[in-house]
DNA sequence: CCAAAAGTGTTCCGAATACACCCATGG
DNA sequence: CCATGGGTGTATTCGGAACACTTTTGG
């Protein structure tokens, strides 16, 4: 650990999609004596920033060394500061002996990022959970799911997010699947696929799904060139 | 000067509409010894952030000084991290100057606000300047400016924020104004009118324009109570 | 041949756009 | 009476919503 700020912290919603569930990737607390591991298990990913570092740079840093994976979509999108939040003090007393420093209060910036779980290569003692089933977790860190999750709904509207989350070859039913899932609301298949087959950066493959026992359907890939031209014309993408 | 975080600060872009321009306010550095007033004259209102402050209650109290008002719209919109972004060398040293502390580095926490110029009551050497219009100002707070403007545009396509900006009470021309101001783009001032008539929480007066060599229009208020309650109902303010 | 999900078209309605003239006031 | 901006209605187009059946595969 070198050169630590201990006032400020950057913590990352990672989000992954799997088995028509929203996920979150979530850490196990370290070992650490008995007496300090009362209080919550998990925690998002996350740590005290460096003196010298940008921001988005240490965030990504440890996006990509957590996952195995280069190019994460990530966002910034909340600041989490209140004098509170690093409770109860069985947490807080965690986060001082592993942390060795004498922290007091952290704001921290918050981000969420989307990865492919099915490519990723996650290797420390993590777990995903459904973002909608979860326990109690350290510190504030419900409170920054809830609003990365607000903030993740929103984006999704107006940008091609959906693709950061779904395998490189997917579906059209697979992407409407995870735009009801984050929407929480159901959509018509026939309209969505009136949408989405228009769309020239949605290019179908010469490839079907495999082992499935009814139809084998369509696999498309997301090519983001084409899509970087299309929107300076287009207004959007709205789905 | 109590028990500041000398690694967290807030700043604040405080917009304001008048003569159909879109404004900020800027705050004149205070007079210092020469050799330190080298740099840049201008800034945004910002501080450090106290030891034991949310910062949202910080950024609404710094404004409420400033400006004579309160209830205040206030959204916090990015985070400015960069180890370089205290530069040129004569603006840190003015900041270590009046600070009276040995800061290095600074993350800052942005936030938008939206006053209404005409009940507004500034007493401190500040000055109004068209966002299209903005000289060179400290450290990197003309970026700060943009992105608090990409911001707004984004959000004022779906909630009533004009309302923040306009006097209380306002004409149809004026409110229209507004937003070709900040979305930059013409509008069609019947379809305009045509999409406001419906929304029952914009309220005519029994008051007209006075003074002018024209037609007088129309006045106009909004009722924050009204929209609450529909906006439950709607899917939004879409303009 | 049965189960299971893939894939396909049409109609209807509401919203957005384009567009031109008369009105009330001050000077 | 003139200059200035206020205020009004209609026709057209486009996009979103609702809705049911046939197809392909594995078992």
Known sequence: MVNLNPHVSVDCVIFGFHDGKLKVLLIEREEVPKS??????LKLPGNLITQSEDLDISAIR???????LDRIFLKQFGVFSSPGRLSPPEDLAWLRKTSGLMVDRVVTIAYYSLIKISESNITERTIWLAVDDLPDLIFDHNR?????????RQ??????LCFELLPKKFTIRQMQNLYEEILGEPMDNRNFRKKVKPLEFIIPLAEKEKEVNHKPAQLYKFDKKIYEKHRKVLSGFNL
């Open 36 to 41: 300090y591991l009362k209080g919550h298990k």
């Open 62 to 68: 440890t996006l990509e060394e957590l996952t195995g």
């Open 144 to 152: 920054i799911i809830r609003k990365a999750l607000e903030a993740l």
């Open 155 to 160: 984006e999704i509207r107006n940008e091609p």
